[in-house]
């Protein structure tokens, strides 16, 4: 199912909220790989989102590691 919007749809991450924030996992994660050794934030349109749907479907990027709940959710 496609769905299509009026408005451009985009991704955003923050790091600060994830679980795996600062553990082995967070260092093989899309946002590290993407933002660098201290990743805060990442935000991706929809058309970037996309992209990098594909290269991590083929094994080029690391995929999206990010699970809610971190040390701001905890707060």
Known sequence: MR????HPLSVSVSCDDCVRHSTPECEDCLVSFVVGDTPDHLSLS???AAA??????EGLLPELK???????ASH
């Open 52 to 57: 990098a749907s594909v290269l991590v479907s």
């Open 46 to 48: 929809e058309e970037m």
């Open 66 to 72: 990010y699970r809610p709940g971190g040390s701001l």
């Open 3 to 6: 769905v299509t919007t009026n």
